[in-house]
């Protein structure tokens, strides 16, 4: 038996449903290439032929190959094809493609290994949905898990599946997401909130944007049947300020879902309530860390503290608190709907399900990918992502931004998964997956990964504030020449010290790009010393 | 301690303090408010001052030196005014290696602004950004709102210049 | 609240002790006088956990912990002395020395700064990395007390004192990472902050020269603490 608001939503989707669809992606990758005025180009040329009753033009959310944007589908019923590189000029002429032979010149093959490897679970509705239709989620299923959640299944059910999925946190330390859950449902606290961090900091990472961006209803059901599962009445999506899009849609999401009754007081006609609000983030790479993000949204300085106690026992306000990322609970509606076995069926034994990663660097596709835990990671950097333009070599392969590593050429074979990524030095991190060529220095490499870690150091613990700094300082002078002969010595102590000292996460994981790039290509820090002539003795200084 | 019942007079008869008073009463007039409502002033005003920060400090009831300790630990508050323009470049990782340092020098060449900086004219401010998550388009420029990817420093530089007339 | 509070016995460095179920390691380690530097922990103030310093080796984890920060339990093994911890103290040290103008020979803290004696005691005689000499001025705007940045290891006593005794809330840190600072009000002159009451307390908790009492000379602080435990306690009891 499905709700009544359910039903309401499929028949206004139904009402609109025309023959054919022109889907014009809008996420921000191709809106920056002007996919606003092909948008408004379809819609006047539509509204030229009078065809509105036999073409629906829409705009969708991210279809994935950012690097061949505008990215524009013409598709009916039965077939679908993709073209890439629009122009306001291609408007008239794929517009009238509609019902004859393709448009040649423009077509983006999709029976390649980019397309055809991925396995989405996360992105099934990016590009295909209108992401500011609440209509377009439910006409594909969406909030059927939380209605089935809510009225046929106890929070302990629930939580079983979630449990039985094998899902772990897809933020970047993997912890199992069903423990966690398990935890906060456990607290007696009779106040509890959810929590989802959406201040997607790693620079080369933009997963979450374009999940926000392209179906921002799916994180929402994710969280309220979080909410359900834990016992939480209340959530906040913890967003950075850099993303105005997605807020935006977000904004739009939360309201829609409002007055659809499918958020708020008696959900779906049910006794479950849950609100979500929005937190802006403001430019704090450590407020990814849950303690700091915290803070920040009660108003404070995102710094910080160390635990236990976890969040999970007393969190925001002080209340139990269940964090997760955006791509976490993007995942949890499926889980419900198929259940946690099938689920867990994809991936590997220790890293269930898929994982969406951000391809970007010297690869000639670039864009967002959903692709099942294992795939090595040279299927995805060569095979989907078309290795090096131009033929370069792959140098190596940065994944977990600022706390991850490098993996060299010679490692492409590994799969993919949590624990393999650690064992190379690197790791899973949220996503962001950048591809090099001969053309880095690594030590480059380290000290920009360095630069960034230095200036957002919230500055509260001692190692993590001077050493990052003291860091950066040493590869700087490794690069400008001006190293001395105990430079790099310190540098590995204090990639030690920083690393098990620091107060939280972001300084213990600081001195990883530095850690890989010294265990894989040493020679090129030995290279920078030898060509090094200290102008003056900065090392070996007394106590004043 | 006594409740709150008037609202603090707002420091001038501006009516966009009116926006200000808005967001602080939607997040119930309190210190968990304060990183909404600096959002909103500078999204009102353009930057924070201290006429504007001391305001805030006492409509929330929040001590002055830590509104002072938020508005400067994030770096998306700023507390100068902007110029008429704006170049955020992004210097995210894929930005990075696709020659985002270049991009900067060549600004700092022509226009005499490193990040962080304005103009002496006003005309233009130069920002640098974490990651802007438009890695596809590497590197990646946004001028006055409007996002622009892979630029090299001379058309970028062609662009700005165009921007600033 | 009213369930008793336990006993729990435990091992610091091989030897037994006992403690209730919720001190830290801190609390029980000096009860036993067994040396855990600290520098920003102060009794009497909440917990911060920020220098480091007292990270000790606990059984169970394969991370080091924090000793102010970390209750103990029945059976904990603790290690306060291992190579490993002796190490990174030392390192801990040298980057407070590294990062400001530490100059103990001019100091009005001479001879009573906790991170001097912190580094004759952990056996600090050089140090291995650059200093960064930064250009920070004084606050000599108010008549009574002074701020000598140059002194400042951010601790954030001087912040906690300010707040959780006093109430007045004038101090707090401004920026972040390296670039961090205490400041008073919206970064004002001290002199000129409305908040500060003059108290003196900041003075007192200031563990380096940072803060100090205006016409003291090179190496004639002497801080009075003992006022933070009977404060404390009193408003305790009020509560």
């Known amino acids: 038996m499905p709700s009544d608001e359910l039903v309401a939503l499929k028949t206004k989707a139904e009402q609109r449903n025309r023959a054919n669809r022109i889907c014009v992606c809008t996420a921000a990758s191709c809106q920056s290439v002007g996919a606003d005025r092909v948008h408004k180009a379809f819609e006047a040329e539509v509204n030229k032929s009078q065809r509105e009753e036999q073409v629906e033009v829409r705009a969708v959310g991210c279809m994935g190959l950012c690097s061949a944007g505008p990215l524009v589908r013409i598709e009916n019923d039965e077939t679908a094809v993709l073209y ?61 898990a939380l209605y089935r959640a809510i009225t046929e299944m106890t929070p302990g059910e629930v939580l079983a599946d979630v449990k039985a999925s094998g899902l772990r946190g897809r933020g970047g330390a993997g912890y199992p997401t069903g423990l966690k859950w398990q935890t906060v449902a456990k607290s007696p606290d009779p106040v509890k909130y959810v929590v989802c961090n959406a201040d997607e900091g790693d620079p080369g990472a933009f997963m979450d944007r374009s999940v926000l961006e392209s179906d921002p209803h799916r994180v ?65 790479f450590v407020c990814g860390e849950e303690t700091a993000l915290l803070l920040s949204i009660e108003g404070r300085r995102g710094q910080p503290r160390p635990r236990p106690p976890y969040p999970a026992e007393r969190g925001l306000f002080g209340r139990a608190t269940l964090i997760n990322n955006v791509e976490t609970y993007a995942n949890i509606a499926t889980i419900v709907d198929r259940g946690g076995a099938s689920y867990a069926s994809i991936g590997t034994e220790r890293s269930k399900g898929t994982k969406v990663f951000a391809l970007a660097g010297q690869v000639k596709n670039t864009g967002l990918i959903e692709v099942p835990m294992g795939i090595s990671l040279r299927e995805i950097v060569e095979d989907m992502g078309g290795g090096v333009p131009a033929g370069g070599r792959i140098k190596a392969v940065q994944t977990g931004g600022p706390s991850g590593g ?51 150091s919230c500055g509260k613990c001692v190692p993590c504030r001077v050493g990052t700094y ?50 894989y290509y040493r020679s090129e820090y030995e290279e920078a010393l030898r060509k090094s002539r200290p102008s003056m003795p900065l090392a070996e200084e007394g106590v004043r | 301690m006594c409740p709150q019942t008037v609202r603090n007079e707002a420091p001038s008869d501006d009516k966009r303090w009116k926006i200000i008073n808005a967001t602080m009463r939607r997040n119930g007039d309190d ?7 600096l959002h909103s002033v500078q999204e009102t005003f353009g930057y924070l001052d201290d006429v504007a920060l001391s305001y805030v400090a006492k409509s929330l009831r929040t001590p002055l030196s830590r509104v002072y300790g938020v508005a400067t630990f994030y770096h998306f508050f700023t507390l100068k005014p902007q110029g008429e323009h704006s170049c955020v470049v992004c210097t995210g990782t894929a930005c990075h290696i696709k020659g985002a340092q270049a991009l ?31 890695c596809g388009l590497a590197p990646a420029v946004v001028i006055d709102g409007n996002v622009m990817g892979n630029l090299s420093p001379q058309t970028l530089v062609a662009r700005v210049e165009r921007e600033i007339g | ?181 205490v400041i008073t009000d919206l970064k004002a002159p001290w002199g000129e902050s409305k908040s500060c009451t003059s108290c003196g307390k900041c003075v007192h908790v200031c563990p380096t020269g940072a803060l100090s009492q205006r016409g003291t000379a090179i190496a004639e602080v002497h801080h009075h603490r003992d006022f933070l435990p009977y404060l404390t306690q009193m408003r305790g009891e009020r509560d």
């Open chain 1, 220 to 284: 929402l059901e994710g969280m309220a049947i979080a909410a359900y599962a834990v016992g939480a009445n209340l959530g906040y999506v913890y967003v950075r300020a850099e993303y105005p899009l997605a807020i935006s849609r977000l904004r739009l999401a939360i309201r829609q879902a409002k007055a659809a009754n499918l958020l708020g007081q008696n959900v779906a006609g049910t006794r479950f309530e849950f609100s979500v609000d929005i937190r802006l983030g403001a430019g704090a």
């Open chain 3, 1 to 181: 609240m009213t369930s008793p509070t336990r006993v729990v016995t435990l091992r610091i460095d091989d030897r037994e002790v006992s403690a209730r179920e919720d001190e830290t390691i801190l609390q029980v380690a000096r009860d036993n006088e067994i040396f855990i530097p600290t520098l920003c922990c102060l009794e009497g103030l909440s917990t911060w956990g920020a220098c480091r310093l007292c990270l000790v080796e606990v059984s169970g984890s394969n991370k080091l912990l924090a000793a102010c920060a970390t209750r103990v339990a029945q059976d904990l093994e603790v290690k306060t002395n291992t190579p490993r911890i002796l190490a990174y103290r030392r390192t801990i040290l040298e980057l407070l020395f590294s990062e400001r103008n530490h100059v103990c020979s001019v100091c009005v803290a001479n001879g009573e700064c906790e991170l001097q004696n912190l580094a004759q005691r952990c056996g600090v005689d050089h140090i291995r990395v650059s200093y960064r000499y930064p250009e920070l001025s004084l606050d000599l705007s108010n008549d009574l007390f002074r701020l000598d940045p140059n002194r400042c290891i951010l601790c954030t006593r001087c912040v906690r004192v300010c707040d959780e005794i006093e109430g007045a809330h004038t101090w707090d840190v401004m920026g972040r990472g390296i670039d961090c600072q």
């Open chain 1, 84 to 144: 890439r590189n629009v122009t306001e000029q291609d408007a008239s002429a794929l517009a009238q493609s509609i019902g004859r032979a393709p448009v040649e010149r423009l077509i983006c093959p999709t029976d390649v290994p980019f397309f055809t490897r991925q396995h989405k679970i996360v992105l099934a509705n990016c590009g295909q949905i209108h992401p500011e239709r609440i209509e377009d989620y439910v006409a594909v299923g969406g909030y059927e």
């Open chain 2, 104 to 134: 900067l020098s060549a600004i700092k060449g022509s226009f005499g602004v490193a990040p962080g900086e304005t103009t002496a004219d006003n005309k233009l401010s130069v920002i640098s950004a974490r990651c802007i998550g438009s």
């Open chain 1, 470 to 519: 003291q860091m950066h300082q040493i590869l700087s002078r490794m690069l400008s020449g001006c190293a001395g002969p105990g430079d790099l010595s310190m540098l590995e102590e204090l990639t030690r010290a920083v690393g098990e000292t620091s107060l939280c996460g972001l300084g213990q994981s600081a001195p990883n790009p530095i850690k890989s790039t010294l265990r």
């Open chain 2, 31 to 37: 210190s968990h408010a304060l990183i909404e409502t």
């Open chain 1, 406 to 456: 490098c993996i060299p050429n010679e490692h492409l074979d590994m799969p993919v998964d949590y624990d393999s990524l650690q064992q190379v030095g690197s790791i899973m991190g949220s996503g962001g997956m950048i591809v090099m060529d001969e053309s880095s220095n690594m030590v480059e490499v380290a000290r920009y990964f360095m630069e960034f870690s230095m200036s957002e």
